[in-house]
Structures are given as structure tokens and as C-alpha cells.
């Protein structure tokens, strides 16, 4: 399978994202299609890449446009946008003038200038929708747009025929019509200025100007090439004011780095020589030569950039629910359209039903319904971006409000992944010799006691997995591991062992020189910070929390001693995490190694470090840009808040639909809705939605 992705234009609502899946889900060759009106775009996956044709000329004759790229993508916004002002700006003078001339100029003249005006106004300043209307019938897709265009058509009809006096009708609709226009055109430019500002981040990222690099040829020239095409090993020179294009290492030079996309550091990171840089990082002064590790596409940047596409793409519960009930609600609203003109035509007359069915059509617009719960995501994900929280799976965010119980991996999520020397009881001589022989290994322990030093030894060292370093040098032999090691070279260590029973729960490290033990190391495992009041906090919503640790248990049971968990379980294989988590349903696994992948995959919601190794990162629904605890409780907070949200979004266009509809249809004794009245409460029901998805934004 492979997955095929689209940037898409012209989409008006909801039901026209839903309208490209029903009709590319057809197509021979496709498995699955996931398209976002909110994110204007599609991801297809497909058995095979020819069919890729098959996709855009199927969108392309549903009326829809295939935009080129990101780039070309907030360029189409912005002109929507300002052509939506345009339109609703014409519309609402049109409005006017048709309005004063229905109230205060009676004549035929009158009569002409509106029809004239109404004409010219409804199939020009509502062109889209009747284009969308007619290709949606065509492809037998039923949306917003027919229903806006049924109504408006039909009040333009009613009058054309009173006009042209086929009707013995005083009352003409020309200026309802033109105003049902109006007021739907209002609330897609509201709606459309809310999408902005809900998106505000991806255009944020989509800034970083990382389209040119300067890479230097092997004769020392310099040639500037688009960023796609730097790949690893290519050495770049990047100057004062510019993005960097891709993950490298410094080769010469030193200056500092605007890098608060990346890891939510506002003050400027000093980089030199030998470190390392992510793209997206601005050099606010001086220049580096660097030799890119990666090649531009496959950056950090453009990584969180992938995210935030998939984010606006993956459907949660809910959303799949609503879309299932826009799918029947129009046709099944057109059909009660037409039982309220027949209930009315032969009980009163039909001036009275077609105003009624109008008003049905007009009101009913399932685009409250549809907009609830993607829009709120698409809000949620900006937030948690901001904040350096990225949502692979926005369905997570519903689930992770649900959650009983938190699980954890304890090295590298609970405590901080280095070790740090606790105690030793070696001379100064045989520490400074048992540090020198560690540099031979890049062992976590080994780097907790070479402190990242190099040393010119000439002796010869082998290194046994799982138990120590052996290591000769001259005529001495020195060992270097735990006591089974030491015990299988039948060294005692019986006096090292009464010093390190002292101090319980620390990782214990021998060293012995030519069969005598001559002491040893013990290590801490630190608490990372904000590890304890991440568990309180979790703790007072009654959520049961657990470690699960590969560590032996002296350690693991110190660190959730000194947390106050409820559980945990130590010295556990990979598949006996997964097991401990399927035992239970409604969990959160936070893990970072790739033995926690698969317990990751498992749980109902995970969450990984953007420092965790990359299958963590590619199986957790939430990755946490910052190395800080802290994150995890604002996922909670966001994650209830969403919730709260679209479940108070659905309810108001529900209930909306279940008062609106009867008021509409007449059924209601003395609340009367005309065409144009009913197209302004549709409109601010949306705009209704919109706003209160925006409430996110501040979390």
C-alpha cells in the first residue's frame, strides 16, 4: 500500500470533504481516502500509484481544484478569502437597494429593477454554490450547497413566475432571495476568518523560510540550490538571518540560534563546532559551515510540519458519527422540504407552502453539525502546538479524557535518562583509572562515568554484553560490571557488597584489578523534574497509576516508593508490558524506548519525547517536543476540555435542528420564519460552532 496526499480547493462545507471520500472510496484501486475540509486536504492510500489520475479527475469533476502545494495552498486561501468579502460586500449593497425598492417604489419600473438586480446578484455573488449544487447532483451528492441553491432557486422562480404574472401573486421574493445570498455569504466569511485564526500555527511553521540552501562544492564553490534536494552529507553555509534547511552537525564556526519552533526555548541557543542543529532554526548572528546528517524532507521540521498535516486528517469517534448522519440528513431534508409544500399547498395555499418549504430548506443546513467536532481538533492541535504538544491522532484527544489508568516507563519518561554518580568508596587513582576504561564503551554507565571524556589508553579492552569491560594493559587485568561478572572470574566481593548495602536502590558498579575487588561505583536514577506532581495530579482524578520498568526492582521500587504509585513491576520484557496493558481497558502508556513500542501501540492513548527513539515516536498519539512532565498534565486539560467542547457543539446543532426544523415547517402557533430569516439563523448557527471551537485556543 502507499499513501497518496492532495492539497484541495473550492471546498465549501464539511459534506464536500465527505462527498470527495464516498466518491473516491469507489474507485477500483483505493483502500481508504481520509479528506479534511478544515485542513483543506486529502490522504489517499492506494494499492497502486497509478490510480493517482483516477483520484484527481474524480475530484476535479466534482468541482474541486488540486492545489500544488503548501505554498500554493495559503495563497488560494487568502484569495478565497478576500473574493468572499468581495462577493458578501456586493451582496449586501445589492441587498439594500433591492430592499428599498420592494418597500418604497411601487411600479412596474420597480418590478424590473429588482428582477434585474436579483438575477445578476443571486448567479453571481452565489455563483459557487450553484456550481457545487449541479457537479454534487451529478455525481449524485447531496450537501449544504443544494440546499442553499434549491432554496434561493426556488424564491427566485416563485417571484420570476409572479413577475411574469404565470402566478396571480402581489408578493415578490427578489430581495429574500438576494438576502438568503447575503446572509450565507456572511457566515462563510465569519467561518472562513475563524479557520485562519485556528490555523494560525501551521501558517506559523509554514513561514520558516527553508525553500534556498547555499551548499559548497568540492572545489570550494557555492551554489544555491532548492531545499528538497540537500541531501545527507551535503556541507552548507548558512548566514545571519537565515533558516537552516536540514538536521546537521557544525563543521566551523559558532552563532546563535532562534530555535523556539523546535524546543520552545525563547532565548538563543550558542552553537559551535561539533554540535548539533535542527532545520528551522534562524541564525540570529554570525555564520556556520555544517554538514547536514539528513536529508531536507526527512528534517525535524519538516517532520512536526507531516504532523500537523495528519492531525487535521484522522477522524475521531464522534466525527465519524456526524458525518454518517450529514450523509442521509440532506436528502431526507428535501424530501420533508417537499411534505411541508404539499401540507400547506392543500391546506392554505401555495404562496404559504413554498415559503415554509423554503424556510425548511435554508434552515436545516447540517454545516453546525458537520463543522462540531473537526474544528474543534483542528483548534485543540494548534493549542497543544503551542504549547510544544503534537497530536498525531486527534481521536486520542477524546479518548485520553476517559482514561483510568496512567502507565509509565520509568528510565528516560519518569527519570531523566543519564545516570549521575551517587557514591564510590575507589582512591583517586583507581576512580581516575575505572573512568578512563569506561571511555572504551558508549554503555549509559559508562557514559555517567567518562563524562564524555577521551582518553589515550594502548591497552586492549573487550566488552562482554550484558555483564562488564575486560581490559589489559601491560601485565594488569582490570574488570569492570556487576558482581556476577566479578563472581564468574572468582573475585570476592564481600567488602564492596557491606558498603553498597548500605544504600538501597542505586545501580552498583565493580571494579577489580588483577582478581582483587578494589571497590566499586553506585549510580542515581534522578526523578526528572515535575515527575511528582505529575502523579499527584493524576492521582486526584482517580486515575490509577503504574510503572512498568525493565530495571531490576531495588530500582524501580525506590523511584515508585519516592513517587507514591500505586504499582509497579520491574525487570519486565517487552511483551510483558504489552500483556500488563491489555489485562485493563482505558489506558495511557508513556514510554521512550523501543521496548515500549508495541505497549505504546497497545494502550488506548500513548504519548512519547521527541528525544525517544523513532518507532516510539512513530507508534504515540502524542509527542512531547519538551522534555518536561508538565505537558502531560496540560494533554489531560486540553484533552476534557475538547471533549467538552464538541459534546457542546453537537448539542447545539442538534438541538438547533430539532427547534429550527418545526419553526420553519410552520408547525410552531405564532412563530413564523421567512426564507431570508431562516438563511441568517443557518448562518449564525455555524458562526455559533466556529466561536465556541475558538474557546480552545487560550489553554
Given at each position: 500500500?502507499?499513501?497518496?496526499?492532495?492539497?484541495i480547493?473550492?471546498?465549501?462545507?464539511?459534506?464536500?470533504?465527505?462527498?470527495?471520500e464516498?466518491?473516491?472510496?469507489?474507485?477500483?484501486?483505493?483502500e481508504?481516502?481520509?479528506?479534511?475540509?478544515?485542513?483543506?486536504?486529502?490522504?489517499?492510500?492506494?494499492?497502486?500509484?497509478?490510480?493517482?489520475?483516477?483520484?484527481?479527475?474524480?475530484?476535479?469533476?466534482l468541482?474541486?481544484?488540486?492545489?500544488?502545494?503548501?505554498?500554493?495552498?495559503?495563497?488560494?486561501?487568502?484569495?478565497?478569502?478576500?473574493?468572499?468579502?468581495?462577493?458578501?460586500?456586493?451582496?449586501?449593497?445589492?441587498s439594500?437597494?433591492?430592499?428599498?425598492?420592494?418597500?418604497?417604489?411601487?411600479?412596474?419600473?420597480?418590478?424590473?429593477?429588482q428582477?434585474v438586480?436579483?438575477?445578476?446578484?443571486?448567479?453571481?455573488?452565489?455563483?459557487?454554490?450553484?456550481?457545487?449544487?449541479?457537479?454534487?447532483?451529478?455525481?449524485?451528492?447531496?450537501?449544504?450547497?443544494?440546499?442553499?441553491?434549491?432554496?434561493?432557486?426556488?424564491?427566485?422562480?416563485?417571484?420570476?413566475?409572479?413577475?411574469?404574472?404565470?402566478?396571480?401573486?402581489?408578493?415578490?421574493?427578489?430581495?429574500?432571495?438576494?438576502?438568503?445570498?447575503?446572509?450565507?455569504?456572511?457566515?462563510?466569511?465569519?467561518?472562513?476568518?475563524?479557520?485562519?485564526?485556528?490555523?494560525?500555527?501551521?501558517?506559523?511553521?509554514?513561514?520558516?523560510?527553508?525553500?534556498?540552501?547555499?551548499?559548497?562544492?568540492?572545489?570550494?564553490?557555492?551554489?544555491?540550490?532548492?531545499?528538497?534536494?540537500?541531501k545527507?552529507?551535503?556541507?552548507?553555509?548558512?548566514?545571519?538571518?537565515?533558516?537552516?534547511?536540514?538536521?546537521?552537525?557544525?563543521?566551523?564556526?559558532?552563532?546563535?540560534?532562534?530555535?523556539?519552533?523546535?524546543?520552545?526555548?525563547?532565548?538563543?541557543?550558542?552553537?559551535?563546532e561539533?554540535?548539533?542543529?535542527?532545520?528551522?532554526?534562524?541564525i540570529?548572528?554570525?555564520?556556520?559551515?555544517?554538514?547536514?546528517?539528513?536529508?531536507?524532507?526527512?528534517?525535524?521540521?519538516?517532520?512536526?510540519?507531516?504532523?500537523?498535516?495528519?492531525?487535521?486528517?484522522?477522524?475521531?469517534?464522534?466525527?465519524?458519527?456526524?458525518?454518517?448522519?450529514?450523509?442521509?440528513?440532506?436528502?431526507?431534508?428535501?424530501?420533508?422540504?417537499?411534505?411541508?409544500?404539499?401540507?400547506?399547498?392543500?391546506?392554505?395555499?401555495?404562496?404559504?407552502?413554498?415559503?415554509?418549504?423554503?424556510?425548511?430548506?435554508?434552515?436545516?443546513?447540517?454545516?453546525?453539525?458537520?463543522?462540531?467536532?473537526?474544528?474543534?481538533?483542528?483548534?485543540?492541535?494548534?493549542?497543544?502546538?503551542?504549547?510544544?504538544?503534537?497530536i498525531?491522532?486527534?481521536?486520542?484527544?477524546?479518548?485520553?479524557?476517559?482514561?483510568?489508568?496512567?502507565?509509565?516507563?520509568?528510565?528516560?519518561?519518569?527519570?531523566?535518562?543519564?545516570?549521575?554518580?551517587?557514591?564510590?568508596?575507589?582512591?583517586e587513582?583507581?576512580?581516575?583509572?575505572?573512568?578512563?576504561?569506561?571511555?572504551?564503551?558508549?554503555?549509559?554507565?559508562?557514559?555517567?562515568?567518562?563524562?564524555?571524556?577521551?582518553?589515550?589508553?594502548?591497552?586492549?579492552?573487550?566488552?562482554?554484553?550484558?555483564?562488564?569491560?575486560s581490559?589489559?594493559?601491560?601485565?594488569?587485568?582490570?574488570?569492570?560490571?556487576?558482581?556476577?561478572?566479578?563472581?564468574?572470574?572468582?573475585?570476592?566481593?564481600q567488602?564492596?557488597?557491606?558498603?553498597?548495602?548500605?544504600?538501597?536502590?542505586?545501580?552498583?558498579?565493580?571494579?577489580?584489578?588483577?582478581?582483587?575487588?578494589?571497590?566499586?561505583?553506585?549510580?542515581?536514577?534522578?526523578?526528572?523534574?515535575?515527575?511528582?506532581?505529575?502523579?499527584?495530579?493524576?492521582?486526584?482524578?482517580?486515575?490509577?497509576?503504574?510503572?512498568?520498568?525493565?530495571?531490576?526492582?531495588?530500582?524501580?521500587?525506590?523511584?515508585?516508593?519516592?513517587?507514591?504509585?500505586?504499582?509497579?513491576?520491574?525487570?519486565?520484557?517487552?511483551?510483558?508490558?504489552?500483556?500488563?496493558?491489555?489485562?485493563?481497558?482505558?489506558?495511557?502508556?508513556?514510554?521512550?524506548?523501543?521496548?515500549?513500542?508495541?505497549?505504546?501501540?497497545?494502550?488506548?492513548?500513548?504519548?512519547?519525547?521527541?528525544?525517544?527513539?523513532?518507532?516510539?515516536?512513530?507508534?504515540?498519539?502524542?509527542?512531547?517536543?519538551?522534555?518536561?512532565?508538565?505537558?502531560?498534565?496540560?494533554?489531560?486539560?486540553?484533552?476534557?476540555?475538547?471533549?467538552?467542547?464538541?459534546?457542546?457543539?453537537?448539542?447545539?446543532?442538534?438541538?438547533?435542528?430539532?427547534?429550527?426544523?418545526?419553526?420553519?415547517?410552520?408547525f410552531?402557533?405564532f412563530?413564523?420564519?421567512?426564507?431570508?430569516?431562516?438563511?441568517?439563523?443557518?448562518?449564525?448557527?455555524?458562526?455559533?460552532?466556529?466561536?465556541?471551537?475558538?474557546?480552545?485556543?487560550?489553554?
Amino acid at each position: 500500500m502507499e499513501e497518496f496526499r492532495l492539497k484541495i480547493g473550492k471546498m465549501t462545507c464539511v459534506n464536500c470533504s465527505n462527498a470527495i471520500e464516498r466518491a473516491c472510496k469507489k474507485l477500483d484501486g483505493v483502500e481508504d481516502v481520509s479528506v479534511s475540509y478544515v485542513n483543506s486536504s486529502g490522504v489517499f492510500l492506494l494499492k497502486d500509484m497509478q490510480k493517482r489520475k483516477d483520484i484527481i479527475t474524480k475530484i476535479q469533476n466534482l468541482g474541486f481544484e488540486i492545489l500544488e502545494d503548501e505554498q500554493n495552498l495559503m495563497e488560494y486561501r487568502a484569495k478565497k478569502h478576500l473574493q468572499l468579502r468581495k462577493n458578501l460586500l456586493l451582496s449586501i449593497v445589492l441587498s439594500a437597494v433591492l430592499m428599498y425598492f420592494e418597500m418604497f417604489v411601487k411600479s412596474s419600473f420597480s418590478q424590473n429593477i429588482q428582477m434585474v438586480l436579483s438575477f445578476f446578484g443571486i448567479f453571481y455573488c452565489g455563483r459557487d454554490f450553484f456550481i457545487h449544487a449541479f457537479l454534487g447532483l451529478k455525481s449524485k451528492n447531496l450537501d449544504m450547497n443544494t440546499l442553499i441553491a434549491l432554496g434561493t432557486l426556488s424564491a427566485f422562480v416563485y417571484s420570476f413566475l409572479a413577475y411574469m404574472q404565470i402566478f396571480k401573486e402581489e408578493d415578490l421574493y427578489f430581495s429574500g432571495a438576494m438576502m438568503i445570498i447575503s446572509f450565507v455569504l456572511l457566515g462563510k466569511y465569519l467561518e472562513s476568518k475563524a479557520k485562519l485564526k485556528a490555523q494560525a500555527y501551521q501558517r506559523k511553521l509554514e513561514k520558516i523560510d527553508t525553500k534556498k540552501a547555499r551548499i559548497l562544492l568540492a572545489d570550494e564553490k557555492v551554489e544555491e540550490i532548492s531545499s528538497s534536494f540537500v541531501k545527507s552529507g551535503d556541507v552548507l553555509l548558512v548566514k545571519e538571518g537565515e533558516s537552516i534547511v536540514a538536521d546537521a552537525v557544525v563543521l566551523k564556526g559558532s552563532a546563535e540560534l532562534d530555535m523556539s519552533f523546535l524546543n520552545g526555548e525563547f532565548l538563543p541557543v550558542l552553537k559551535k563546532e561539533g554540535d548539533e542543529v535542527q532545520a528551522g532554526a534562524v541564525i540570529l548572528n554570525g555564520t556556520l559551515k555544517i554538514r547536514a546528517n539528513k536529508k531536507a524532507m526527512d528534517s525535524t521540521l519538516e517532520q512536526i510540519k507531516n504532523l500537523v498535516f495528519e492531525a487535521g486528517n484522522i477522524k475521531s469517534p464522534l466525527a465519524n458519527l456526524t458525518d454518517i448522519v450529514s450523509k442521509y440528513f440532506v436528502g431526507t431534508l428535501i424530501f420533508f422540504a417537499f411534505l411541508v409544500f404539499v401540507f400547506w399547498a392543500i391546506r392554505a395555499d401555495t404562496n404559504t407552502a413554498f415559503l415554509y418549504a423554503c424556510a425548511v430548506l435554508l434552515i436545516s443546513c447540517p454545516c453546525a453539525l458537520g463543522l462540531a467536532t473537526p474544528l474543534a481538533l483542528v483548534v485543540a492541535s494548534s493549542s497543544a502546538a503551542k504549547n510544544f504538544i503534537l497530536i498525531k491522532n486527534p481521536a486520542a484527544l477524546e479518548k485520553l479524557a476517559l482514561i483510568n489508568y496512567a502507565f509509565f516507563d520509568k528510565t528516560g519518561t519518569l527519570t531523566r535518562p543519564n545516570l549521575n554518580i551517587f557514591k564510590h568508596n575507589l582512591c583517586e587513582n583507581d576512580f581516575k583509572k575505572l573512568c578512563e576504561i569506561e571511555s572504551l564503551s558508549s554503555h549509559p554507565i559508562a557514559k555517567a562515568l567518562n563524562q564524555n571524556k577521551i582518553y589515550d589508553l594502548k591497552g586492549e579492552a573487550k566488552i562482554i554484553m550484558g555483564l562488564g569491560i575486560s581490559y589489559k594493559e601491560n601485565d594488569d587485568e582490570y574488570l569492570i560490571g556487576n558482581a556476577e561478572f566479578l563472581h564468574k572470574n572468582e573475585i570476592t566481593t564481600q567488602k564492596t557488597d557491606t558498603f553498597f548495602d548500605s544504600f538501597k536502590g542505586y545501580i552498583r558498579v565493580y571494579f577489580a584489578k588483577n582478581k582483587q575487588c578494589l571497590g566499586g561505583v553506585l549510580l542515581s536514577n534522578v526523578l526528572k523534574k515535575g515527575a511528582k506532581e505529575l502523579i499527584l495530579n493524576l492521582k486526584k482524578q482517580n486515575l490509577k497509576t503504574i510503572i512498568l520498568s525493565g530495571d531490576n526492582e531495588k530500582n524501580v521500587e525506590k523511584i515508585a516508593k519516592e513517587l507514591q504509585v500505586d504499582e509497579f513491576y520491574a525487570e519486565l520484557k517487552s511483551e510483558e508490558k504489552l500483556q500488563r496493558i491489555k489485562e485493563v481497558k482505558n489506558t495511557l502508556f508513556i514510554g521512550d524506548g523501543i521496548n515500549d513500542a508495541a505497549a505504546l501501540s497497545a494502550a488506548s492513548v500513548s504519548m512519547s519525547f521527541s528525544k525517544a527513539n523513532e518507532l516510539a515516536k512513530k507508534t504515540g498519539d502524542f509527542i512531547l517536543i519538551k522534555d518536561d512532565l508538565s505537558a502531560i498534565f496540560k494533554c489531560f486539560k486540553l484533552a476534557k476540555k475538547t471533549r467538552y467542547i464538541i459534546k457542546l457543539n453537537l448539542f447545539w446543532a442538534f438541538i438547533y435542528n430539532a427547534l429550527c426544523i418545526p419553526i420553519a415547517a410552520g408547525f410552531v402557533p405564532f412563530i413564523t420564519l421567512s426564507p431570508h430569516l431562516a438563511a441568517l439563523a443557518m448562518c449564525f448557527s455555524s458562526i455559533a460552532v466556529v466561536l465556541n471551537s475558538l474557546r480552545l485556543k487560550n489553554i
